[in-house]
T-cell receptor
Framework: GAVVSQHPSRVICKSGTSVKIECRSL??????MFWYRQFPKKSLMLMAT?????????EQGVEKDKFLINHASLTLSTLTVTSAHPEDSSFYIC????????????FGQGTRLTVV | QKEVEQNSGPLSVPEGAIASLNCTYS??????FFWYRQYSGKSPELIMS????GDKEDGRFTAQLNKASQYVSLLIRDSQPSDSATYLC????????????FGKGTRLSVIA
């Protein structure tokens, strides 16, 4: 399958600061990327869908000014958590579709964010 | 009715047995079906894709699809303790750039 690389894998930040998470498709062009968050022992929760060169589509209840998503190229999408608070601590995971893989989606390794 | 339903488990099977994981979906127009494995603290990993009715085998894994019954299953033969994980069923309803719809996952525990 395709390779999606997410960085950093872990980050600890102070409350009020911003954190940027990168998601790269290494061996295919990702026309669409998705961002999820997951709390311990809970299901994946879709946050937003991002198409290259377009504004992201956010799911209901997700603050777009707090979770800034940029998908400037076919291989890179970023999620910036702005003015992070302890309740934003979670596991953030990106997923990508595209290339010759049809409707298959491949996940990055995830980023564990801890806000202190 | 939830879009994709799975029994949350845990499903416990002895080592060497066949583990059977089941999933139902509500949208009849769904075309693509996937099984992901997620280890604790890790991200999901795609293990099987299936698009047409019948069985698809890959190593110890067999995916089964029955569109008339809106039912997808995953069989794991010769289960190993390393198969212990949460298995997520996912469905693609629309075009290629729509998000997959995930079930809540079934936790499998393979007992040595």
């Amino acid at each position: 399958g395709a390779v999606v690389s997410q960085h950093p894998s872990r980050v600890i930040c102070k409350s009020g600061t911003s954190v940027k998470i990168e998601c790269r498709s290494l061996d295919f062009q990702a026309t669409t990327m998705f961002w999820y968050r997951q709390f311990p022992k809970k299901s994946l929760m879709l946050m937003a869908t991002s198409n290259e060169g377009s504004k992201a589509t956010y799911e209901q209840g997700v603050e777009k000014d707090k979770f800034l998503i940029n998908h400037a190229s076919l291989t890179l999408s970023t999620l910036t958590v702005t003015s992070a608070h302890p309740e934003d601590s979670s596991f953030y995971i990106c997923s990508a579709k595209g290339g010759g893989y049809g409707t298959e989606a491949f996940f990055g390794q995830g980023t564990r964010l801890t806000v202190v | 009715q939830k879009e994709v339903e799975q029994n949350s488990g845990p499903l416990s099977v002895p080592e060497g047995a066949i583990a059977s994981l089941n999933c139902t979906y509500s949208d009849r127009v769904s075309q693509s079906f996937f099984w992901y494995r997620q280890y604790s603290g890790k991200s999901p990993e795609l293990i099987m894709s299936i698009y047409s009715n019948g069985d698809k085998e890959d190593g110890r894994f067999t995916a089964q699809l029955n569109k008339a019954s809106q039912y997808v299953s995953l069989l794991i033969r010769d289960s190993q303790p390393s198969d212990s994980a949460t298995y997520l069923c996912a469905v693609n309803r629309g075009s290629g750039n729509t998000p997959l719809v995930f079930g809540k996952g079934t936790r499998l525990s393979v007992i040595a």
